[in-house]
């Protein structure tokens, strides 16, 4: 049967036949969509949009229907659409506005209007002492509650607030010099697949869904990368068709899971990334250190949905390490160094990028910014450089801040080149002296303006690290899951101490290598004056 068909005839039976048996609802949800080639974008699990984000539902099957957890439905509602209020572990009062309010049995699964005669049923059961609410509460009675239809979309499983027909897509564009990325923000889960005809530069993207055009000037869409060709709604699936550019070199792509937005790179021979532009072959030049510091680039770790770790009182690495970077780029400047971020607000970019961006604005020196987390008692700073040894025992630090590239190497299965990242890892290793002793400043800084702990100078096979044609460090400032640490962290005071602890500690480097290069450039001089 046609998808489409399928999904009107759900609806019908819910909206039209409020008595259908389980067995009837059953017979017409699709709990497997046909396996295809294209990669999925995410299970497709239950879940509802509610302002273009997507909310999971804990689904469980009983007698081949589906029930949502309740905790898990209220969570997805509240408190954009409904403000819930449990009275009890039984009983909870759903508030649309200040006049309507509904209560809800969760025993019987009545749902009574307070000032009114509105009354819905929908099927509870329990499980492990939780409730859970069958699929038509979505369909049938959440659209009385609201006054408003809500649709299903029977290929994604996406419940929507209002019609369907009108949920479009949303997109944003950044070009720069070296490269360009077209954001896609699917408004609901779907799957998608991209072709490329390297012939005719031609890129296709095919999103099994139908999402309406983000905007007119969509199609317009044209810069020094790439042109939107077409824009194409065809019974339960979308194709944007797009021309790109002699500028381009590779086209790659990312898939953000959380947000449902899928990426798409456009990268100019000018910009040499090792983990993603393997198709470029760039090949690491391995530039002598100058002996100074002129350029400093500054690496906030985490941003968007990769929060990073996260302290006993809910505060996230990922705005701590951003927090600490301003400062330090602030305190840079006015100490004469050129600064570059690789991002300065709450964005997710990949760990690759990272490096891409570090050696795309050819830094002097690259410093990673984290705060550190452990299940057991801990607390202190430590600074890691590079290490290539393989090691079977890796500790929760190093496993954690690795943990992203995991996410990227699912969503980008492209084949890599391993001469190509041997001769990336040996570029990094020429500059492992120099980073130690980058390390080394850093550590004794800290210890001396901060008073946290200092746990030393480590070295492990921290991905950001690798194919950094730079010296490069990366400190874990303190403990964010310690609740003492966790509690500076958040202090303007100690953020400040952090970073002029670091500038100061780059200046000493700077300073520690002029003075190393000094000799070096007196030697033709001395020998003039010996003859
Ligand atoms: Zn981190």
């Keep these: 049967m046609d998808v489409l068909k399928k999904f009107v005839l759900v609806i019908t039976i819910l909206l039209i036949a409020p008595c259908a048996t389980a067995q009837e609802i059953a017979q017409e949800i699709p709990r497997n969509v046909s396996p295809a080639e294209e990669e999925t974008a995410s299970p497709l699990d239950f879940s509802i949009i509610i302002n273009s984000r997507v909310r999971p539902l804990t689904t469980i099957m009983e007698n081949t229907v589906p029930y949502?957890?309740?905790?898990?439905?209220?969570?997805?509602?509240?408190?954009?659409?409904?403000?819930?209020?449990?009275?009890?572990?039984?009983?909870?009062?759903?508030?649309?506005?200040?006049?309507?309010?509904?209560?809800?049995?969760?025993?019987?699964?009545?749902?009574?209007?307070?000032?009114?005669?509105?009354?819905?049923?929908?099927?509870?059961?329990?499980?492990?002492?939780?409730?859970?609410?069958?699929?038509?509460?979505?369909?049938?009675?959440?659209?009385?509650?609201?006054?408003?239809?809500?649709?299903?979309?029977?290929?994604?499983?996406?419940?929507?607030?209002?019609?369907?027909?009108?949920?479009?897509?949303?997109?944003?564009?950044?070009?720069?010099?070296?490269?360009?990325?077209?954001?896609?923000?699917?408004?609901?889960?779907?799957?998608?697949?991209?072709?490329?005809?390297?012939?005719?530069?031609?890129?296709?993207?095919?999103?099994?869904?139908?999402?309406?055009?983000?905007?007119a000037n969509f199609l317009t869409l044209s810069n020094d990368y790439f042109s939107i060709l077409d824009y194409k709604l065809e019974p339960s699936r979308t194709t944007i068709i797009m021309k790109i550019t002699d500028k381009v070199k590779t086209v790659s792509k990312a898939f953000d899971r959380n947000f449902n937005r899928l990426r798409i790179y456009f990268y100019s021979p000018e910009f040499y990334n090792p983990l993603t532009d393997t198709l470029n072959q760039a090949l690491p030049i391995y530039k002598p250190t100058s002996g100074t510091v002129h350029k400093v680039i500054i690496d906030p770790g985490h941003g968007g949905d990769d929060e990073g770790a996260i302290g006993p009182k809910g505060i996230m690495e990922k705005d701590i390490t951003l927090a600490i970077a301003y400062k330090l780029a602030t305190t840079l400047k006015e100490r004469g160094y050129e600064v570059v971020m690789t991002r300065y607000s709450d964005v997710f970019v990949p760990l690759s990028d990272r490096t891409g961006i570090a050696n795309t604005n050819n830094g002097d020196i690259f410093i990673s910014i984290h705060a550190n987390a452990s299940t057991r008692k801990a607390s202190g700073a430590e600074t890691y450089y590079l290490s290539l040894k393989g090691t079977q025992t890796v500790s929760d630090t190093v496993a954690f801040e690795n943990r992203q590239l995991n996410k990227e190497k699912k969503a980008n299965a492209s084949k890599k080149n391993d001469l190509l990242f041997i001769l990336w890892d040996m570029a990094q290793t020429e500059y492992l002296k120099d980073s130690s002793l980058l390390a080394e400043q850093i550590q004794n800084a800290m210890n001396t303006l901060t008073g946290i702990r200092n746990r030393g100078v480590k070295q492990a096979n921290l991905v950001v690290l690798r194919g950094l044609n730079m010296p490069g460090v990366l400190v874990e400032v303190a403990f964010i899951s310690d609740p003492s640490e966790e509690a500076r962290l958040v202090q303007d005071g100690f953020q400040q101490r952090t970073a002029t602890a670091i500038a100061d500690s780059i200046d000493r480097y700077k300073q520690l290598q002029e003075e190393r290069m000094k000799p070096a450039l007196n030697t033709p001089t001395t020998a003039g004056t010996s003859q």
């Design 68 to 215: 949502f957890l309740l905790s898990s439905v209220f969570k997805s509602l509240s408190p954009n659409v409904i403000t819930v209020n449990m009275t009890d572990s039984t009983h909870a009062e759903l508030f649309i506005s200040e006049e309507e309010s509904f209560n809800f049995d969760l025993k019987s699964g009545v749902i009574k209007e307070k000032e009114g005669d509105k009354t819905l049923s929908s099927d509870v059961i329990w499980k492990e002492n939780k409730p859970y609410i069958r699929f038509d509460f979505f369909t049938r009675a959440l659209p009385v509650i609201l006054n408003k239809e809500v649709s299903f979309d029977a290929t994604t499983n996406t419940f929507f607030l209002g019609k369907h027909a009108e949920i479009r897509l949303n997109y944003k564009v950044k070009a720069t010099p070296q490269y360009a990325v077209l954001s896609l923000l699917f408004p609901a889960k779907a799957r998608y697949r991209m072709e490329e005809n390297k012939e005719t530069r031609i890129v296709r993207i095919i999103i099994n869904s139908q999402f309406r055009k983000p905007d």
